[in-house]
Structure formats: structure tokens, C-alpha cells
């Protein structure tokens, strides 16, 4: 067998396929598929600090990557084949303003950026491997399902390395408009359709099957290696200690699943000696795992989670024709494609899962945006999910937590603006339809006639 193959993460089937398939599905018992190195034959470092040595060849793309420079860990393809386009340079940042509000002790509170991704999120970590995959496997033309921000990443790729062609299914007025501007912008075949993401994540996959084209949502397992750098750049960032918690927003639960895959790794290959603890955190409105992980007691079990109850959730979701609801439109999602890896990474390393309110997010991201670079509304369900960690007691004030900011600030301005506006016709136009009752932490633009010394005044009474 080669040393890299993808195989089944159940363990009782475990079948294997070559690492050039492209259709992501088991082929024995049409369950997901990792991708799995047989490590004796690789190269993985002996120690975390290895990696220092990258530090300094910055000269060499696949070394200034914030990906690729933990090539050694993603071994899945030669390095003359990787495709980057400098993704990966974000920052951990201490954040102790914001550690107040969550009730943390100073120096406790971290916030990683990975705004700060060409694209403006955290999407680019998992594209760039998705898409030296496509391009190993000679891929013409790659898809996907989105809520803006795959998108987004899927139309930088193709422009900028022009090698592929795009094509974005998207919710009809289901993004925001940062978002579809991108796609736009950089030239996707952008294919709206009559319904929301949980429809065009289906219908992506049918087409994707019927006309061959590389699909690149999270289903990829190729994508979630790029996603297992983000781990490693927060390592890096706290010199190689692992912290006590991993904060993310939960959508389609790509990036927990990849998290806990980085890290089983890690454990396995004896890099760290602790596993940190993971948190998601749902929007109230797109709930799923929240239900299913803390109300209906579903596990990882051996990798067989009790299909009944997670049939009986959606056919209950389809009785009751309830959509998922948020306006933190990134995280909309209720029929997470990656749930059973999703439980499989809280078994591992354990962990909690919640559910915030859109009020909750809201006051959260403004926390954010005044005490550090900002971030899009899903991004701050992270802070707002540690908050309500923290308020009930599971994280304890002097533990250290890293929160995922997923998204840049700029994704999406309408709820931002809306937010900080003084304008009760916008706000409630925006926010109150979703139950968004106050703007807690506006910040409101000071309204002056143009004329000098009522400026002035303006300025010496507000500032
Ligand atoms: N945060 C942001 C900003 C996102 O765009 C997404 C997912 C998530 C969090 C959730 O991450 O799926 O790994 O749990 N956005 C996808 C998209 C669905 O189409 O852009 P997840």
C-alpha cells in the first residue's frame, strides 16, 4: 500500500482507497474518509521546534505558507506540486479586554485571526490543499456549496492561479454581500439557487457526481489537512504549549473535525503531550449539533453514532419545516455535512458544545472589534460560547483558551453598521427581525451640523 491513502474513519470498515479518488465516500460502506499516512514511511518531525527552522526561509513560498510550513504533518503531495498563494499568515493575539468580558484573568484569552487569509478567512488554510489535490488529480473545474466565505477562498484560487474554473452554489439571499462580492469580483460561475445552504450543499454534490467537477466543501478530507495548520500556528503561537481550550464556531463542522485530527495526530506521533479541550459553539437558530451532542446525548461510539437519532432530528427539522435562522449567515447550517468527525474529535480530546444567541453574537463581536483586528458575526460565536462557558463554571477563569476568529471584520458591514447605528428603522430592518434587542456596546456616529465650532464642540463633549 502507498503511504498515503484515505480510509474509512470507521473503524469496524476502515477500507482504504488511493489517495487520487475523488469522491470522498467510503467505497465499502459509503461513510466519510480521512486522509491517513502511514507515518514509519514519512517524515514527520521529532519535535514541534523543528518547525522553527521554516522561520527562517521565507524565501521559499511553500516555507512562507502558514500551511505548507508544517508541510512535514499534510505529507499528502510533492512539494512541487503544492499550489499556495501565502495563505496562513494570521496572528495569535493575547486579547485581555476582551478576556474581561468573557471573565477570564488577564493573559488567559487568546484570539486567533485568520481573517487575516487572502480571501478574509480562515477557508484559504483547507483550499490551498484542496486545491493541490485537484490539481494532482487534474481537476478543470472545482465546486462548491457556500455560505460566502468557500466561495470566496474557491474564486481567489482560481483567479490567481488560473487553473481551474469556479463554480459556487449559493442560497439565494442567503450571504452577505463582502461575500458575494468576492465571488463575483474574481469571476465564479455564481449559480444562486431557490433555496438555503443545507439545499445547495445537496445539489452541489448531485452535480458535482453527474459532471465530474472537483467538489471542494469540507466533505473533502483534503481540505480539513489544510484546516489542521491552524492548530499548528496556535501552538506556534504560544510557543509550542498546548492551551486548555480550543474555541470555534460550529457550522458544517469542518474546522473541529479537522482540530481534533491535527491533534490525535500530534498525540499519536508523540509532538504533544496533552490534548486541549474543544468547545463549538452553534448559533441558536442553526442548532443541530448542539441538540443532537448535549440534549440527545449522541457520541462518537466507536464510530457507529446512533443513526436513529440523527434521522429522527432531521425528520423532526422537516416536519416542522424549520430552516436555519442566524444572522450570523456563515454558521446558517442545520444538516452539518462533517458530524460524525465532529464527534469523533470531541471523544478524543472531549469538550463541550453550545448554542448563543444572535444578541449574544452581536455583543460579542463588538467586544471584539473594540479590543483587537474584529471579525464577522460567526466568528464572534466563539467569544460569546466562552462567555457562557465560563459564566457556567466549565472553563475556570485561570485556564487558558484560544477563540477561533474565523472570518475578517468586513465580511459582512450590514450587521456591523447595523449594530453601532442610530438609525431604529435599519436596526430593526437588520437585527430586531432576528431578536437582536439592544446594541449593548454601539458605538454610534455623533450627527453635527457642517459648521465649525459645532464640530469642535462635538469632538471636546464626546472625546
Ligand atoms: N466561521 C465562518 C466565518 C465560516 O465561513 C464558517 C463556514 C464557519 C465559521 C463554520 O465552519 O463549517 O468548519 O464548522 N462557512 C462555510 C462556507 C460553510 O460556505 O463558507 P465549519
Known amino acids: 500500500m502507498d503511504a498515503v491513502y484515505q480510509r474509512c474513519i470507521n473503524p469496524a470498515c476502515a477500507a482504504t482507497c488511493a489517495v487520487d479518488q475523488t469522491t470522498f465516500v467510503c467505497p465499502r460502506c459509503q461513510g466519510m474518509v480521512d486522509v491517513a499516512y502511514d507515518w514509519d514511511r514519512l517524515s514527520p518531525p521529532r519535535s514541534l521546534r523543528d518547525f522553527e527552522a521554516k522561520w527562517a526561509d521565507r524565501g521559499n513560498p511553500l516555507s512562507f505558507s502558514g500551511v505548507w510550513r508544517f508541510r512535514e504533518l499534510l505529507p499528502f503531495a510533492p512539494p512541487?506540486?503544492?499550489?499556495?498563494?501565502?495563505?496562513?499568515?494570521?496572528?495569535?493575539?493575547?486579547?485581555?479586554?476582551?478576556?474581561?468580558?468573557?471573565g477570564l484573568e488577564p493573559g488567559r484569552l487568546y484570539l486567533q485571526y485568520e481573517g487575516m487569509n487572502p480571501s478574509g478567512s480562515f477557508k484559504d488554510n483547507g483550499m490551498t490543499a484542496a486545491f493541490t489535490h485537484a490539481r494532482l488529480v487534474g481537476a478543470r473545474r472545482a465546486a462548491c456549496a457556500s455560505t460566502g466565505n468557500t466561495s470566496a477562498s474557491l474564486a481567489?484560487?482560481?483567479?490567481?492561479?488560473?487553473?481551474?474554473?469556479?463554480?459556487?452554489?449559493?442560497?439565494?439571499?442567503?450571504?452577505s454581500y463582502g461575500k458575494l462580492a468576492q465571488a463575483l469580483d474574481h469571476?465564479?460561475?455564481t449559480v444562486q439557487i431557490a433555496g438555503d445552504f443545507d439545499d445547495a450543499m445537496q445539489r452541489v454534490q448531485q452535480v458535482a457526481r453527474r459532471l465530474g467537477i472537483y467538489l471542494v466543501n469540507s466533505i473533502n478530507p483534503f481540505r480539513l489537512e489544510g484546516q489542521k495548520t491552524i492548530m499548528y500556528r496556535v501552538l506556534e503561537g504560544l510557543r509550542w504549549e498546548v492551551p486548555d481550550w480550543i474555541v470555534v464556531p460550529g457550522g458544517n463542522l469542518g474546522n473541529v473535525s479537522a482540530f481534533g485530527k491535527a491533534?490525535?495526530?500530534?498525540?499519536?506521533?508523540?509532538?504533544?503531550?496533552?490534548?486541549?479541550?474543544?468547545a463549538v459553539i452553534n448559533a441558536a437558530g442553526a442548532n443541530t449539533f448542539y441538540h443532537l451532542y448535549e440534549q440527545l446525548g449522541l457520541r462518537w461510539n466507536q464510530g457507529r453514532p446512533e443513526a436513529t437519532v440523527i434521522t429522527g432530528?432531521?425528520?423532526?427539522?422537516?416536519?416542522?419545516?424549520?430552516?436555519?435562522?442566524?444572522?450570523a449567515s456563515?454558521?446558517?447550517?442545520?444538516?452539518?455535512?462533517?458530524?460524525?468527525?465532529?464527534?469523533?474529535?470531541?471523544?478524543?480530546?472531549?469538550?463541550?458544545?453550545?448554542?448563543?444567541?444572535?444578541?449574544?453574537?452581536?455583543?460579542?463581536?463588538?467586544?471584539?472589534?473594540?479590543?483587537?483586528?474584529?471579525?464577522?458575526?460567526?466568528?464572534?460565536?466563539?467569544?460569546?460560547?466562552?462567555?457562557?462557558?465560563?459564566?457556567?463554571?466549565?472553563?475556570?477563569?485561570?485556564?487558558?483558551?484560544?477563540?477561533?476568529?474565523?472570518?475578517?471584520?468586513?465580511?459582512?458591514?450590514?450587521?456591523?453598521?447595523?449594530?453601532?447605528?442610530?438609525?431604529?428603522?435599519?436596526?430593526?430592518?437588520?437585527?430586531?427581525?432576528?431578536?437582536?434587542?439592544?446594541?449593548?456596546?454601539?458605538?454610534?456616529?455623533?450627527?453635527?451640523?457642517?459648521?465649525?465650532?459645532?464640530?469642535?464642540?462635538?469632538?471636546?463633549?464626546?472625546?
Open 80 to 102: 512541487d506540486q503544492v499550489l499556495t498563494i501565502g495563505e496562513g499568515q494570521t496572528i495569535l493575539q493575547r486579547a485581555d479586554g476582551v478576556a474581561g468580558y468573557v
Open 263 to 278: 491533534f490525535m495526530e500530534l498525540a499519536d506521533l508523540g509532538l504533544v503531550r496533552q490534548l486541549p479541550r474543544l
Open 187 to 189: 469571476g465564479a460561475l
Open 330 to 463: 456563515a454558521i446558517e447550517i442545520n444538516r452539518p455535512v462533517n458530524l460524525p468527525k465532529a464527534l469523533r474529535a470531541l471523544e478524543r480530546c472531549g469538550g463541550a458544545v453550545r448554542e448563543v444567541t444572535d444578541q449574544d453574537i452581536l455583543d460579542a463581536k463588538a467586544k471584539v472589534g473594540a479590543g483587537g483586528f474584529g471579525c464577522e458575526p460567526a466568528s464572534a460565536a466563539s467569544v460569546a460560547g466562552a462567555r457562557k462557558l465560563r459564566q457556567e463554571g466549565v472553563i475556570a477563569a485561570g485556564e487558558r483558551v484560544v477563540c477561533i476568529l474565523t472570518g475578517h471584520q468586513l465580511k459582512d458591514p450590514t450587521a456591523t453598521v447595523a449594530y453601532h447605528s442610530t438609525d431604529q428603522k435599519t436596526f430593526e430592518e437588520v437585527l430586531g427581525r432576528r431578536g437582536v434587542r439592544r446594541a449593548t456596546f454601539a458605538n454610534r456616529a455623533v450627527q453635527v451640523p457642517n459648521d465649525l465650532d459645532e464640530i469642535i464642540k462635538a469632538i471636546e463633549v464626546y472625546s
Open 156 to 175: 481567489v484560487f482560481c483567479s490567481v492561479t488560473g487553473l481551474m474554473r469556479a463554480v459556487i452554489f449559493i442560497g439565494s439571499g442567503k450571504i
Open 313 to 327: 432530528y432531521y425528520k423532526g427539522l422537516d416536519d416542522e419545516q424549520i430552516r436555519a435562522a442566524t444572522i
